[in-house]
């Protein structure tokens, strides 16, 4: 057995002389899942402390763009004048999430996606009424509803009832000027948290859990060096994160993932994963990762997506998470869009959240002809492609991947070519296994007395395909679970 893996192992609780901190309920983590266990611990009448690791609060949340996946009829949603219930919701993510579905957590993720969403309302989390309707990875304004997991593309549009359910918490606020979504929602939160009486230590980080029999009571800890044992006398919630910055688990489980992780921090290194496996906890679907794809949703729906062949893969105006998917799972992370002069000039007309994927094309051609010797590929493969394209897209249909036909128009004229091989990072959605009420299950298929988890550290409702909003959405959903369900153990 190597040194690292006997520094995981668990600690008996009978070897320790002294404990340096106690409290009823103990949270490694202070972004969303940790954050919301907190306040339902406390809520519940327990004393809590929060573990962070870092020098703030707010972890990967407080960076991100700021959706959060809800739906069912929310009342922004029927403030904004879209329809939707709790089973349209779920069959979309059963469509959706990938193979493997958690039916049973996705089903209760979406029966209680009205009430959490206005849970994070009476907890002070702002969303505005307002629909963004375009193409893109988030709303370039404040707007607090957009789809962000593509409900209204081919194939899902015909799977279930097309609803926009990314709720962004709206991004200007007098108090803090102009932020991003994500940290207006771990803001209120954050407030309301620490309101409630819930105490932090920061600067410190997780080293080993620390258990009585079969039972977790508490966690060692270090800061700056010196190690600390915190004593949880009812439960442990781990809420440390994803494994993306775990080269080696990385290595092991989704080799997939090529360069730098995309939303997440240097924080996530699987410690919570790794200190629960050491304990005997089970863990699902550690392949599964979301594949980010650095291109403008505006563009890519006005154009044509091509792979290596000159080939068409994918309906262009789908989730750019999925496009990401297909591309690096599917297409060997070869990709190429095309479009002509005039939906270039249309896309940059428009106003978008993400600029800075707006760069040169990498070829310019008079010609679909010459645009393909420039870029390389098989005499007649892009322009044979291009010629079924335009004659479907003339008769304002996509038989071959269902493009809508708001975004149909023949390539005509001058047209151009972004080289978008390698476009493409990423983040782990797989981690340890729970049940509904956020308590770790052990490989026997128990749970661990006293162990509980939310977040990116166990595997929520997506396992495999994405939608953007779920990790917000299910860590803050059931970090709450995991609050209360060690409160009142």
Not at 145 to 170: K, M
Not at 270 to 289: E, F, P, Q, Y
Request: one cysteine or more; aromatic letters at 8%; proline letters at 5%.
């Amino acid at each position: 057995m190597s040194d690292q893996e006997t520094s995981l192992r668990p600690v008996a609780a009978e070897s320790i002389t002294e404990w340096d901190e106690t409290a009823d309920v103990v949270i490694a983590g202070y972004g969303i899942a940790g954050v919301c266990a907190a306040i339902e611990a406390a809520r519940a009448g327990a004393n809590v402390l929060i573990l962070e690791r870092t020098s703030g609060w707010g972890g990967a949340a407080s960076l991100a763009g700021g959706w959060v996946y809800l739906g069912g009829g929310t009342p922004l949603q029927q403030a904004l004048g879209f329809e939707d219930s709790p089973e349209n919701m779920e069959k979309f993510l059963l469509a959706a999430v990938g193979p493997g579905a958690d039916r049973a957590k996705i089903g209760d993720y979406s029966r209680g996606s009205v009430e959490h969403y206005n849970w994070l309302v009476g907890n002070g989390v702002p969303f505005k009424e307002a629909f963004w309707g375009e193409p893109g990875w988030e709303p370039p304004h404040d707007e607090g509803l957009g789809y962000s997991g593509g409900e209204n593309a081919a194939p899902f549009n015909a799977i279930a009832t097309p609803a926009p359910r990314g709720h962004v918490p709206q991004m200007s606020n007098k108090r803090t000027g102009s932020k991003g979504g994500g940290y207006m929602l771990m803001k209120p939160l954050a407030e309301t948290a620490e309101s409630l009486g819930v105490r932090v230590e920061y600067d410190i980080r997780l080293a080993r859990l620390i258990t009585d029999g079969e039972r977790v009571v508490g966690v060692l800890a270090k800061r700056y060096g010196k190690e600390i044992a915190v004593r949880a006398e009812r439960g442990v919630v781990l809420a440390t994160g994803s494994f993306a910055y775990a080269e080696q688990m990385i290595s092991d489980y989704a080799p997939q993932l090529i360069g730098r992780p995309g939303a997440a921090i240097e924080e996530h290194d699987g410690i919570g994963i790794k200190l629960a496996a050491a304990l005997g906890a089970a863990t699902s679907h550690l392949n599964a990762t979301e594949v980010a794809f650095f291109g403008d949703p505006q563009l890519m729906a006005r154009g044509i997506m091509v792979n290596g062949r000159g080939q068409r893969y994918v309906p262009e105006d789908t989730y750019p998470g999925r496009i990401g998917q297909m591309t690096l799972f599917h297409q060997e992370n070869q990709a190429y869009l095309v479009i002509d002069e005039r939906a270039h000039e249309e896309a940059l007309a428009t106003e978008t959240s993400t600029p800075f994927f707006r760069v040169p094309p990498t070829w310019a051609a008079e010609t679909v002809a010459e645009l393909e010797i420039d870029m390389g590929l098989p005499e007649r493969a892009l322009q044979s492609t291009v010629e079924v394209y335009n004659h479907y897209a003339a008769e304002g249909t996509d038989p071959l991947f269902g493009k809508k036909e708001q975004w149909l128009r023949p390539l005509t004229g001058a047209v151009a070519a972004f080289d978008m091989r390698n476009f493409t990072a990423g983040f782990t959605l797989g981690g340890l296994r729970t049940d509904l009420d956020a308590r770790v299950l052990h490989v026997s298929g128990e749970p661990i007395a006293g162990l509980y988890a939310a977040g990116r550290c166990t595997s929520g409702i997506c396992t495999g395909g994405y939608v953007s909003g779920a990790s917000l959405g299910d860590g803050s959903f059931y970090g709450r679970r995991a609050g209360l369900a060690a409160a009142k153990n």
